[in-house]
C-alpha cells in the first residue's frame, strides 16, 4: 500500500479508493476532509487518470495552493501542474475567455470589482434622473448580484411578475432599467462582474450544446471542496458538467453551512443523495483537532437542528478541560476577564499570544476586547478588518471630536469638512489650503474670516463654509459645560453622520452604524471609570487615551505573535489551542436580525458550533448582564444556545443564574383565601394617615407640614458608617473584589479595592455605588 495511504484512517481511505461514480465525503469538523481531498486526486492520476481531465474547485485560492503542494509531493510537481484546480471564478474565468467569442466577449474582457460595478451604477443612476436615496448604488449592486445568483436573467426579470411587484412596492419602479442597462454597459465596455463568471458560464453551457459537451468530455472526474457553501448558480454549472460521466464527489459539513447570506444554500448538500441515487456516502467523523469535551459539547448543540444531515463526530483525543463559562456584570468586565484569562493563561503554561483567538458576532464587540488587551500590554491582531479606532467611520467621528479640541487640526478638519456631505468640494478646499498657507493661518481661521479674504469663491460656497464654522463654535461651547460622552452624541446626531450611513443599507453599513454606537459606548465606559477614580474625564483625557491606543495598534515593525481577534465568520477552517468566544447573549448570538425563522436560527446555531469547534485544547465562552447600546446600559439575558450545551461540558466560573420565575406556573392555592375585594395599601401611605390622625399634628403650622425637598436632610451614606478594610463588595461593572483601604472623608472619601477580575481600582464612595457582600 502507498505510503500516503497509510496515513489515513478506515473512513478516509474508503473515500480515497472509491474511484468511480457519485461520491459524497460528509466531513465534521476537524475529520481532514483536506487530506482526504488530496490524496482522492493523487490516487486517481495514480490509477491512470489524466490530470488534464480532473477539475478540483474550491472556495479560496489559499485552498486549492495548498492541495496543488500536497499532490506536488505524491506525484511529482510537473505532472501537479496540469490539473485544473482553484477557486469556481478562477476555473470558470479560464473557460469563458477561451469561449468568450461565443457570447460576444473579447477574450480579454475586464472583470469589474465591486467598486467598479458600484461607480457605473451610480453613473447610470444619474443619468436616468432616478432618486439617488431609493436607488442606492450599493443595493441596487446586491440585488442585481442576487438575481444573478439565481439566474434571474434582465429577460428572466421582465417575464417574472413577482419580481417586478416586490421593487414597485420598495419604491424602486425602474430597477429592470437599471439592470437592463448595467448589463448592456457592461457589455458593451467588453467587461463581467464576479458574478457574471458565473452567470455567463451557465449562459455557455445551456446555449451551446458543443460546449457543454466538450467539457464533459474533459472533466471526467470532478471534485468540489466546501459543497455546502455553493449557490444556485454553481451548483447548476456542476451538475451540468458531472452530468456525462457522473464521476462527481462532493465533500462538505453541512453543520457548517454558515454563508447564506451570500447565497450559499444548504439544500445542495442536503439534496446530493436524491440528486445521484447511485451515490456512495462516506462519512468522516473522529475529530483529530479537539478533545472529548469539545467535541462532545459541539455535538450536543448541533444535535438540536432539526435539518441536518446523520453523523456522530467523535475523536480519540484526551477529555480535556470542560469548557469555562463566564458570566461578567458588563461588555467592558467582559472584555477585561478574556484578557485576564490569557495573561495568566501564558504565565502559568508558558504559551504565546498566538496560541489564542477571540471570536466575536459583529466587528463592532472587538473595541472593548482591544482596549482590556491593550491595557494589558498583550499584542493582538483584527482579521478581515482593521483595528477599531483605525476604522473610517470612527476615526470621522474622531476628527470631529478633535477639531473640538484643536481647530488648526488641518487633518481632522479636511477628513469632516464636507462629510456628511454639505457642498464643500476638493477645490473649495484647495483654494481654502493656499490662502492659509499665503497668510500663514490655519485653514478654520481662514474659513472663520471667509468675508475678509478673497480666495476665488462664490457667496453659495461662502455661506456653507460659515455655517460649518458656526457649527464647530457652538459645539466647542458646549464642551464647556459637557463631559465627553454628551459632546460626542451630540455631534454625531447634530452632523446627522449616523442618518448617513444609514443611508446605505447594506450589512456593511449597518455594520458601521454599530461601530460608532460602541465608540459612544466606550466613551461613556472611560468618563464612568475616571469619575469613579476621582480622575479627570474631559474630552482632551479621552482623545489622548485613543491617540495612545493607535500607536499601540500601528505598531507594524513588531513581529511578536499576537492573540487573533476575528469574526466567526473569518474563522471558518482556521484552528487555535485556546478559543474565547465572547458576547453570548440573546439578540447579539443568535443575531436578534437573525430570529424570525427556523432556518435563519439554525444557521445561528451552525455558526456557533463553528466557533467551538475551532479549539483544540480549552474553550471559554463569556457573556454579560449589561451591555452599552448607544450610551445606555441595557439589560442582556444569556445566549439560548448555552442551555443547549449538556452541562456536563460546562464549568461556569461564575454561578448559572436562575431560570426566569415567569417561565412557571403560580401554585393556585396562594388565591384560594384572597377576599373579593382587596384595597391595597403602600407602606408609606398608611404611615402617613396614622401621623396625621394624632392630635398634636393639628397643631402644627401648615408650611412645617410639607417641607421642600432641598430641605430634607439627607440618610447617611452607607459607605461613610459601614465600609470597613477587609468587606467583600460588588460593583455593577467590576464584579466582586476586597477593600484593601479607605482614605479621605466625605464626598472626597476613596477606597483601594482588588476586584477578581478587574484588578485594583481606587473609587470615590459616593459615585462608586458600591454594595456590601461580606
Not at 221 to 240: C, F, G, L, P
Request: with cysteine; charged share 30%.
Amino acid at each position: 500500500m502507498d505510503t500516503y495511504l497509510q496515513q489515513l484512517n478506515e473512513p478516509q481511505r474508503a473515500a480515497v479508493l472509491q474511484k468511480d461514480g457519485p461520491v459524497i465525503i460528509i466531513a465534521g469538523a476537524g475529520s481532514g476532509k483536506t487530506r482526504v481531498l488530496t490524496y482522492r486526486i493523487a490516487y486517481l492520476m495514480q490509477q491512470g487518470v489524466d490530470p488534464f481531465n480532473i477539475l478540483s474547485l474550491t472556495f479560496t485560492n489559499k485552498a486549492a495552493r495548498e492541495m496543488k503542494e500536497r499532490i506536488s509531493k505524491v506525484v511529482g510537481n510537473s505532472e501537479a501542474k496540469n490539473l485544473w484546480m482553484g477557486t469556481f471564478h478562477s476555473v470558470f474565468a479560464r473557460i469563458l475567455r477561451a469561449e468568450a467569442d461565443r457570447l460576444g466577449y473579447p477574450s480579454n474582457f475586464t472583470i469589474y470589482d465591486t467598486q467598479d460595478s458600484v461607480r457605473l451604477l451610480t453613473t447610470i443612476i444619474k443619468e436616468m434622473n432616478l432618486d439617488k436615496d431609493r436607488y442606492k448604488p450599493k443595493q441596487v449592486l446586491g440585488r442585481i448580484s442576487s438575481f444573478k445568483n439565481s439566474l434571474i436573467t434582465v429577460k428572466a426579470y421582465f417575464n417574472n411578475s413577482d419580481l417586478r411587484e416586490a421593487d414597485l412596492m420598495a419604491s424602486r419602479p425602474k430597477m429592470g432599467e437599471v439592470y437592463k442597462t448595467y448589463v448592456d454597459r457592461c457589455f458593451k465596455s467588453g467587461a463581467m462582474d464576479f458574478d457574471d463568471l458565473l452567470l455567463r458560464t451557465n449562459e455557455l453551457l445551456a446555449r451551446f450544446p458543443d460546449v457543454l459537451a466538450k467539457y464533459q468530455d474533459r472533466f471526467r472526474y470532478i471534485m468540489v471542496d466546501e459543497y455546502q457553501d455553493t449557490n444556485h448558480s454553481q451548483y447548476i454549472i456542476v451538475r451540468a458538467l458531472a452530468d456525462r460521466f457522473q464521476n462527481i464527489c462532493v465533500v462538505g459539513d453541512d453543520s457548517q453551512s454558515i454563508y447564506s447570506f451570500r447565497g450559499a444554500n444548504i439544500q445542495n448538500i442536503l439534496n446530493f443523495q436524491k440528486d445521484y441515487p447511485a451515490v456512495k456516502t462516506f462519512k468522516l467523523e473522529q475529530n483529530y483537532r479537539s478533545t472529548k469535551n469539545i467535541v462532545n459539547a459541539a455535538n450536543s448543540l448541533i444535535e438540536k437542528n432539526k435539518t441536518k444531515l446523520d453523523k456522530e463526530v467523535w475523536t480519540s483525543n484526551v477529555t480535556g478541560e470542560p469548557i469555562k463559562v463566564m458570566r461578567t456584570i458588563s461588555d467592558g468586565e467582559e472584555g477585561r476577564f478574556v484578557a485576564q484569562s490569557i495573561f495568566e493563561n501564558k504565565m502559568n503554561l508558558q504559551l504565546q499570544n498566538s496560541e489564542f483567538a477571540v471570536l466575536y458576532r459583529t466587528n463592532a464587540q472587538s473595541r472593548a476586547i482591544e482596549d482590556a488587551l491593550r491595557k494589558k500590554d498583550i499584542k493582538y491582531k483584527i482579521y478581515g478588518g482593521i483595528s477599531f479606532y483605525q476604522r473610517k467611520e470612527i476615526k470621522d467621528v474622531l476628527s470631529y471630536l478633535r477639531i473640538l479640541i484643536n481647530p488648526n487640526d488641518e487633518e481632522a478638519l479636511k477628513r469632516i469638512i464636507n462629510y456628511p456631505a454639505r457642498g464643500i468640494g476638493g477645490t473649495t478646499i484647495d483654494k481654502l489650503t493656499i490662502a492659509a498657507n499665503q497668510y500663514q493661518k490655519s485653514i478654520f481661521q481662514i474659513i472663520k474670516n471667509i468675508d475678509k479674504v478673497d480666495i476665488g469663491i462664490n457667496s453659495g460656497t461662502k455661506t456653507k463654509l460659515q455655517n460649518f464654522a458656526n457649527m464647530i463654535q457652538r459645539f466647542q461651547i458646549e464642551t464647556q459645560t459637557k463631559n465627553a460622552f454628551e459632546v460626542a452624541d451630540l455631534v454625531v446626531k447634530q452632523t446627522q453622520l449616523i442618518k448617513d450611513l444609514q443611508k446605505d443599507g447594506t450589512p456593511e453599513g449597518i455594520s458601521k452604524v454599530e461601530n460608532v454606537q460602541e465608540l459612544l459606548n466606550g466613551i461613556k465606559d472611560f468618563i464612568t471609570d475616571k469619575i469613579e477614580a476621582g480622575e479627570e474625564a474631559s474630552l482632551t483625557t479621552f482623545l489622548e487615551d485613543v491617540a495612545l491606543a493607535t500607536d499601540f495598534d500601528a505598531d507594524k515593525k513588531d513581529e511578536q505573535p499576537r492573540v487573533s481577534l476575528m469574526t466567526i465568520h473569518l474563522s471558518k477552517g482556521l484552528e487555535f489551542p485556546y478559543v474565547y468566544i465572547v458576547g453570548l447573549e440573546e439578540n447579539l448570538f443568535p443575531s436578534a436580525m437573525s430570529m424570525n425563522t427556523r432556518t435563519e436560527l439554525e444557521e445561528e446555531r451552525r455558526l456557533f458550533y463553528v466557533a467551538l469547534t475551532r479549539a483544540e485544547k480549552a474553550a471559554y465562552l463569556s457573556y454579560a448582564q449589561t451591555r452599552y447600546r448607544w450610551g445606555k446600559l441595557t439589560d442582556a439575558e444569556p445566549s439560548r444556545f448555552l442551555e443547549e450545551i449538556d452541562d456536563q461540558y460546562l464549568e461556569y466560573l461564575t454561578s448559572k443564574l436562575p431560570q426566569s420565575s415567569a417561565s412557571k406556573f403560580l401554585d393556585a392555592s396562594l388565591f384560594e383565601d384572597a377576599p373579593k375585594k382587596i384595597r391595597f395599601q403602600k407602606p408609606i401611605e398608611k404611615k402617613r394617615r396614622e401621623f396625621y390622625k394624632k392630635k398634636d399634628v393639628q397643631n402644627i403650622p401648615l408650611k412645617a407640614k410639607f417641607k421642600k425637598v432641598t430641605e430634607v436632610t439627607p440618610k447617611t451614606n452607607l459607605f461613610d458608617t459601614n465600609l470597613t478594610v477587609g468587606n467583600i463588595v460588588e460593583h455593577n461593572r467590576f464584579g466582586k473584589g476586597e477593600v484593601l483601604s479607605i482614605e479621605g472623608k466625605g464626598p472626597n472619601k476613596k477606597a483601594e479595592i482588588q476586584f477578581a477580575t478587574a484588578g485594583k481600582k481606587k473609587l470615590i464612595l459616593q459615585y462608586a455605588k458600591l454594595k456590601v457582600i461580606g
